[in-house]
């Protein structure tokens, strides 16, 4: 039987299954123990250090009690907890960005994706470069600046020369004042050397959803192809940063399997990158279960309610407090305005599921991978985001300024990122306003920044701010690497 060891590189010792199962019981016997949890949310709350803040954050079994715990009050506290968290480390900042399907070949069968091998009535689309240069376009027009690729798994019509090859077009797409300046890439999992090669195309963050953390559950959701190869899968960021990538986004897929195992299992999974690597997981994604093309998400039946979602966000922020979080249009307006709170610090706009999705006019699309629930624009998005006090931020510097890995989290930790990315934050929406913006959004935007502009009193920083946003309105040139 395999032992519980965070520094293992071998799946089922750093996710271990009879270690998930203890948590497990552990929380269900504490989850009323009100000791217990004041003591928890004590010792996650972030701490005065210098100019900046310290969290503890929790471990997986301590979380897991959070999680399991049915009390109405201390779930408020974990709610306002998760709340002073986000705003200590990341400010009232939400990052955008979209996804750009390139392929969806697939030679996988897993059971909830409609990209499986087997569906033989969707449409298979692959980009060309011509595409995808026109999909750019499209992007750009609309004022994003971030991009996660997706393609579907498939050596013969998707290998890594071709994502490779998209990556270098998209790089390369300057239309009017737009350029796509990250792009952060989801693909299988792969080889050290593809990874190696990834990182040499200087990708942003790379992201690989994990689906289910429970194995047994895993090999029948992924009965063939690749993916089938657990241990191969869940062994990849260790891979991917052996290759270099110092940035990688984990995420399971709510709704395969029981939440509290999967939440388990993401926390061990960041304990293991942090243990074996010296830094965390730059994000986390959680998608839920959605309605595509011959998949029926009721077919699976551990779905979680809104509210249980809004609190596995919640428990997630306090338990890595240093990690990004990411909601997509797969939630409703409702769903992502309220976990927005809660600790989530990225967020999809305007997004198209569809390989070809944003050229094309009328949808659903017959491409699309799943439906999109939130389908606003992106200018209706940043205005909603702009009257709830929280800033869009079209910031990509981070990586260019090679704040990856972990100097990122070091920066993060000592709370000085708030110093790089608040004012980052005003002049990339400055950029977007100018650019991009309905006369609407640009009136409400102006306000919301001078509003943040007296607020803020870190006066030198703030004036390097000022000049720069003055010098974006007055002028065409795009090249601040700030
Ligand atoms: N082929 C790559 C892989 O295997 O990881 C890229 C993944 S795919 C393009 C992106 C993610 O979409 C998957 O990892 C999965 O979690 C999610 N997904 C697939 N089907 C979905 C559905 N029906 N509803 C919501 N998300 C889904």
Redesign the pocket.
Known sequence: MAVYNPKSLHAEEFINHEEILETLAYAEANKNNVELIDSLLEKAKPKREGNGYRCSGLTHREASVLLACEIPEKIEEMYKLANEIKLAFYGNRIVLFAPLYLSNY?VNGCL??PYHYKNKHIKRVKLTQEQVRNEVIALQDMGHKRLAI????DPVNNPIEYILECINTIYSVHHKNGDIRRVNV???ATTVEEYRMLKDAGIGTYI??Q?TYNKKSYLELHPTGP?HDYDYHTEAMDRAMEGGIDDVGLGV?FGLEGYKYEFAGLLMHAEHLEAVHGVGPHTISV?R??H?DD?DPSAFDNSISDEMFAKIIACIRIAVPYTGMIIST?ESEAVRGKVLDYGISQISGASRTSVGGYTEEERPHDSE??DVSDQRTLDEVVRWLMEMDHIPSFCTACYRAGRTGDRFMSLCKSGQILNCCHPNALMTLTEYLEDYASPETKKIGYELIEKELKKIPKENVMNIAKQNIEAIKNSNRRDFRF
């Open positions: 697939c909830y994706c997706e393609a579907g798994e989801n693909i299988a690989l959803f689906e993916k897929l998608p279960v959605k595509a998949i797969r991978q799943f």
